[in-house]
Structures are given as structure tokens and as C-alpha cells.
């Protein structure tokens, strides 16, 4: 009898699931739901840096994309062997104490702060001060130092401590705090105990600052020195943590009956979006897997014995068993790379949405078929007119920190800049600045894990625009001075969660052996081009310039 795994990957924006064959990773059919209220931008305010999704995005999008590849893909219930989730993270959420997602209880259904608390929010810049700080000088475990040694706003504890301070009734109404990975995991599992419940290694490794040389969290010392609220929540979250190749519980019975599966069906530890990525990309020794979306994630892997004691400095954690286990999963990104080119492309399109689309000279068809026109066009022309500009041609000097810089050294106060406009300049001349703004700070990137002895070899990018952009993938393979590899897999994070299911349902022994069999080939190679690779030499060093510049002025007005 055939064996099938699911996988699914949750976006910023969308949900995917993948219905795959464990035999050979081969895809039987694929389902995406877009978020409703997330692409209304409710609970968002981008002047303040706020980006919250309400958990109903989520759950409704579990059951549509399962569904329909389940109708899709015409196999009998029992053949789905396993499922396994990923998500963004750090994307924590509060829960109550009997599971349910606070958002979903009454009171707390439209209230922002009881939302879950996207990747990309960074409300809590100064809560992440704060932890920096005490970690260097309380006395005790500086307890980031596997996480790059400077813990960001992006994460858990920041987060939680922000919400906490700025509105008591979610507090109080609060039992746990659960990363989107865990709290999906736990709503399809039949495991609902919350405090014997299999949380993500990847998630608390990365994010929570949990490493087991300390005995898991940070203890209640250091956490009530920020805030008593932190010390007693810890109480209710977990000691030990798990990787995604075990087994989290069965599917339980209301779930089943939601999907059309049966309770047979195991559920793995949940993970992250990049690492479940990783894996569906066949990661190896010396590789850097690129996931490249609205932002991206850097996802090595290394053995213990290469690894040792040894911290990388600057980066997003190390931890045990976040990518293979057994070995060491090493974690970067970009807090914004597609995003770049989607800020742009919003300024471009101002006088569009506001100026064409409400002409009164127009029919209501006559504007709906001008805006899928332009939308179809739009980024492929601009990236079209920016390669035909020749290298001997001045473009401005632009930094990628649009949402602040993740890696190296988190700093997320930190802006965006340009430099070098003159009346020449056009918008392709702009376009292509942000193009080699996104490259450059991959570069920074590539530098500080080579700096930090990490070697390199092989850089795998993943995501949709690794596969649709052949211009940036040139541009980086000449701003790095490396071949880079695209993965054939529309969904290779969403392939990553099924070969841990494949794992955690027993159909393959370990991770390593069911990549190797069902991980995505590469349907493109990107070289160097020798003429270009000194010319981005030279333009690194002028982005470096101005981000030092950028850094230190905004140093003095913090």
C-alpha cells in the first residue's frame, strides 16, 4: 500500500499544504489560502512597526488546504501516514489554559495585543535592549550567547514582554504562550496536556534562548529581573524540547472528522518555515540554504564535533537538532528582502491606486483589466530595463534595511537610506540599487560565517524568488563569487514538513535518508560572471560606507 505525508507551510501571507508520495517525494497536489484579515491589514499599523495575525487566518487555511489536496490527490484516508507543520517564527500567541488561542475567546477577538505576534513586528526594540543588557550584566549565564549573543525584537521573550506591559487584561487572561509552530501542532494533535506537550526544539532553541547546557529557559532569576510576569509565566511553558523527526501525538478525533483523515494519522513536532526549507533542499555539510521571500533565512547545518564549544557571533542560533538532528542547525536571514522590492513597488504604484483606478474617464472593466495588466508587468519590467543598464552607469547606493537588519548583529531601529540620487536617476536605476542592496546584505552575511570559521561551499536558494527572478540571482552569484543552486520545488519548505513526517511516521529511519529520497532536485545553476565581480566589489564597500554612516547617526539619536 502507498504511504502519503502532508506538509504544511505557513507564510507571511498564505498557508500551503502538499500532499507528497514518501516513496520518491514526488508531489500529488498542493492547495494555497491566502489570510483574509492579514491581506485586509487588520491589527497592522506599519508606522509603528505592528504586524499581527488573528490565529482564525490559520485555522481556517489548516482546513482548506488539507481538504482540497486530499480531493485532489483521490487517496484513501488511511494511506496519510503523517503530517508536520512549519511557520515563521519567532511568532509567538496567547493561550488559555484549556488550548484555545485567546483571540478566539470572547473580549479578546479583535484586540491586537492578543493576536499572534508576527516575525516581522518590532514593537518590543526596547524590551530586546533590555534582555541584551541583563544578559551582559546581571552576573549570571549570558543567555544569548547561542543566539549570536544579541537577542532581537523578533522574538519570543521581547515580544511577550511588550504585550504583558502594554495590556494587563491579556495577561490575565493568558495561561501559556505558544509559537505558531506549537499551537498548530497542538490543535491537530491528541496530546492536550499543554505542559507535557512536545514543543519545537527549533522554535526555543532559536528564539527562546533555550539550550540544554542550562538546563532549558532561562531560570526565573533572570527572567524576574525584566519583569515578575516573565518568571511566573515560565511555570507554564516546558523544560525539554523536541525535534521534528518525533512523534508530537496522533490526530484527534475532531480534526480527523474536519479533514477527512483518520486518528491514525501521526502528528510531528512542529518547526520553523527556513529550516523545514532546509531540509527539502537536501541540506549538507558546508551548504547555505537561502529561503528567499518577503525576507529571508540562512540555514546551515554542522556536526557537534566541527561546532564544539564554539559560538558564531551575530547570527540567529545554534541549536541542536533544528534542522537534522544530530547535528548542529545554524540559522541567518535578512529581515527584509522581497519586502524591499514590494516597498518600492507600493511608492511606484501610488498615483495608480490613487489617480488611474478612481478616474472617472474609466469603466469600472476598463480599470480592472489596466490593474491585472500592471500588476503582471510591473516588477518584470523594471527588472527588465534595470539589467540593460550597462555597469559603467552611476546607481544610487541603497541599504536593505527597510524592516531593520536581522544578521550580522540584530539591530532592528536600524533604516533604510540611499545615496547617490542625481536627475538621471529613473526608476530602474532605483530598482536596481535595491537589487544590489538585497545581495549585499546576503554578502555581509556569507562574510561573517566565513569570518567566524563556518565554511562555505554551496549556496541553495529556495522560494519564489530564487525561481522567478533570474536577475537577482545573477546579481548575488556576482556579489558573492559563488554558484548558486535553485531548488525545483515551488514548496520546498512545505516538502521539508513532509519528509519530517515521513520520519515521524516511521516510513524512513532518519531525516538525512528521506531527504536524500524525497528532497527537491535543482532546475538551475547561477555562476559568477568574472567581468561583473570586481565592479560589486567596489559597490559593496560604498553600501558598507553608508551603512556605517546610517549606523552610527542613528546610534547618536538613540
Known amino acids: 500500500m502507498k504511504k502519503y505525508v502532508i506538509g504544511l507551510d505557513y507564510g507571511s501571507d498564505s498557508v500551503r499544504a502538499v500532499l507528497i508520495d514518501s516513496q520518491n517525494g514526488a508531489e500529488l497536489a498542493s492547495e494555497v489560502f491566502w489570510y483574509p484579515r492579514w491581506k485586509a491589514q487588520k491589527y497592522c499599523d506599519p508606522a509603528i512597526n505592528q504586524f499581527r495575525q488573528h490565529p482564525l487566518d490559520h485555522i481556517e487555511g489548516l482546513e482548506h488546504t488539507v481538504t482540497s489536496v486530499m480531493k485532489q ?39 491586537p495585543n492578543a493576536m499572534m505576534v508576527l516575525w516581522k513586528d518590532h514593537t518590543a526594540v526596547k524590551e530586546a535592549n533590555e534582555i541584551n543588557d541583563l544578559a551582559r550584566s546581571w552576573g549570571g549565564e549570558d543567555y544569548t550567547k547561542y543566539e549570536g549573543g544579541i537577542y532581537s525584537s523578533e522574538w519570543f521573550w521581547a515580544k511577550i514582554l511588550h ?49 540544554e547546557s542550562w538546563g532549558g529557559l532561562p531560570d526565573k532569576e533572570f527572567l524576574s529581573k525584566l519583569d515578575p510576569y516573565l518568571a511566573s509565566l515560565r511555570d507554564n511553558l516546558y523544560e525539554e524540547t523536541f525535534t521534528s523527526n518525533e512523534i508530537a501525538g496522533h490526530l484527534n478525533e475532531e480534526w480527523a472528522g474536519k479533514l477527512g483523515l483518520t486518528t491514525e494519522t501521526v502528528i510531528a513536532v512542529g518547526t520553523f518555515d527556513a529550516h523545514a526549507g532546509a531540509v527539502g533542499a537536501k541540506v549538507d555539510h558546508h551548504a547555505l540554504v537561502r529561503v528567499m ?17 564554539k559560538t558564531v ?4 542560533g545554534q541549536v541542536d537538532g533544528s534542522v537534522i538532528p544530530g547535528m548542529v542547525g545554524l540559522e541567518a536571514g535578512q529581515s527584509a528582502f522581497g519586502d524591499v522590492l514590494a516597498w518600492f513597488k507600493d511608492v511606484l504604484q501610488w498615483p495608480m491606486d490613487n489617480l488611474v483606478l478612481n478616474s472617472k474617464a474609466l469603466s469600472e472593466e476598463q480599470k480592472a483589466d489596466l490593474k ?17 543598464i550597462p555597469l559603467s552607469e552611476s546607481v544610487p547606493i541603497a541599504l536593505d534595511w527597510v524592516n ?13 537610506a540611499i545615496s547617490g540620487i542625481s536627475l538621471g536617476t529613473k526608476a530602474p536605476h532605483i530598482f536596481k540599487s535595491l537589487v544590489n542592496a538585497i545581495c549585499f546584505g546576503a554578502k555581509m552575511i556569507v562574510d561573517r560565517f566565513e569570518e567566524e570559521g563556518v565554511k562555505i561551499e ?64 535543482f532546475e538551475a545553476e547561477y555562476f559568477p560572471q568574472a567581468s561583473q565581480v570586481e565592479v560589486y566589489a567596489q559597490l559593496l564597500e560604498a553600501y558598507k560606507q553608508l551603512g556605517n554612516f546610517v549606523e552610527e547617526q542613528t546610534n547618536k539619536n538613540t
Open 73 to 111: 490527490g483521490e487517496v484513501s484516508p488511511e494511506t496519510v501516514k503523517g503530517i508536520c507543520i512549519d511557520t515563521t517564527g519567532s511568532s509567538p500567541m496567547p493561550v488559555t489554559q484549556d488550548g484555545t488561542a485567546l483571540a478566539c475567546t470572547e473580549g479578546f477577538k479583535e484586540n
Open 163 to 211: 504585550v504583558a506591559r502594554e495590556d494587563k487584561s491579556v495577561v490575565d487572561a493568558t495561561h501559556t504562550w505558544m509559537e505558531h509552530c506549537d499551537f498548530i501542532t497542538y490543535l491537530l494533535a491528541d496530546e492536550k496536556d499543554l505542559k507535557a506537550f512536545r514543543r519545537s526544539r527549533c522554535a526555543a532553541g532559536h528564539k527562546a534562548m533555550w539550550h
Open 293 to 309: 521571500g518577503t525576507s529571508t533565512c540562512d540555514i546551515m547545518v554542522s556536526s557537534n564535533e566541527a561546532v564544539g564549544d
Open 313 to 316: 557571533k551575530g547570527i540567529c
Open 372 to 388: 491585472v495588466e500592471v500588476e503582471s508587468r510591473f516588477i518584470r519590467l523594471l527588472a527588465e530595463q534595470a539589467e540593460a
Open 404 to 416: 531593520g537588519r536581522r544578521t550580522p548583529d540584530a539591530n532592528q531601529e536600524l533604516k533604510s
Open 458 to 521: 554551496t549556496v541553495i536558494g529556495i522560494g519564489g524568488v530564487a525561481r522567478k527572478s533570474p536577475f537577482i540571482m545573477q546579481t548575488l552569484a556576482n556579489v558573492l563569487n559563488m554558484p548558486i543552486k535553485v531548488a525545483e520545488s515551488d514548496q520546498a519548505p512545505a516538502l521539508g514538513a513532509a519528509i519530517y513526517a515521513a520520519v515521524a511516521a516511521g516510513i524512513y529511519d532518519n531525516v538525512i535518508e528521506a531527504s536524500k529520497v524525497m528532497g527537491s532536485d
